[in-house]
């Protein structure tokens, strides 16, 4: 997460929290580690992009993705 940013979608705010993973307890418990990857949307005033992406109709989507390492 960068700063405050809680949300995947538009500007990432907590109110664009619009999509999670989901996990029994028994699943979490073996979490290694969890993440938002944003490189792939066009927001270049809020967090880092890949260099590929050099505007919004090059973006990989206007939702980052939502990641969880498990064993």
């Known amino acids: 997460m960068v700063g405050d940013l809680?949300?995947?979608?538009?500007?990432?705010?907590?109110?664009?929290?619009?999509?999670?993973?989901l996990l029994s307890p028994a699943l979490r418990a073996t979490v290694s580690a969890v993440g938002v990857e944003r490189r792939g949307v066009w927001?270049?005033?809020t967090f880092p992009h890949l260099p590929?992406?050099?505007?919004?109709?090059?973006?990989?989507?206007?939702?980052?993705?939502?990641?969880?390492d498990l064993p």
């Open 52 to 68: 590929e992406i050099g505007n919004a109709v090059e973006a990989a989507s206007d939702h980052a993705a939502v990641w969880v």
């Open 6 to 21: 809680k949300g995947i979608y538009g500007s990432g705010t907590k109110s664009n929290k619009i999509d999670y993973i």
């Open 43 to 45: 927001a270049p005033r």
